[in-house]
């Protein structure tokens, strides 16, 4: 499995963005697609997704504020990103499981500064 990331950017505080992840490859194996993030110095940490047992998972800090949403048929998932702060400054990844395998996209840099 393959994944592409794309649509981060630098954003004032409270601006928006939407990123945007493609998987290719054996899609088919794809259990779940999860958004994380890592910013300077800090551990990498799951931002959002839909768990195995069907639950929609958000971080507490991004609830209300972001969106998870996938599309099954393009095997994508996006994450609109909506009232952003300085402290949402990161690396976004992408992130396919499968029964056996853990695939990582490449990161895409969102800034939230004024």
């Known amino acids: 499995v393959q994944l592409q990331a794309s649509g981060g950017g630098l954003v004032q505080p409270g601006g928006s963005l939407r990123l945007s992840c493609a998987a290719s490859?054996?899609?088919?194996?794809?259990?779940?697609m999860m958004w994380y993030r890592q910013a300077p110095g800090k551990q990498r940490e799951l931002v959002a997704g839909?768990?195995?047992?069907?639950?929609?998972y958000y971080a507490d800090s991004v609830k209300g504020r972001f969106t998870y949403s996938r599309d099954n048929s393009k095997n994508t998932i996006d994450l609109q990103m909506n009232n952003l702060r300085p402290e949402d400054t990161a690396v976004y990844f992408c992130?396919?499981?499968?029964?056996?395998?853990?695939?990582w996209g490449q990161g895409t840099q969102v800034t939230v500064s004024s």
């Open positions: 839909i768990t195995t047992g069907g639950y929609m």
């Open positions: 490859g054996s899609t088919n194996s794809i259990i779940t």
């Open positions: 992130n396919a499981r499968t029964r056996s395998q853990n695939f």
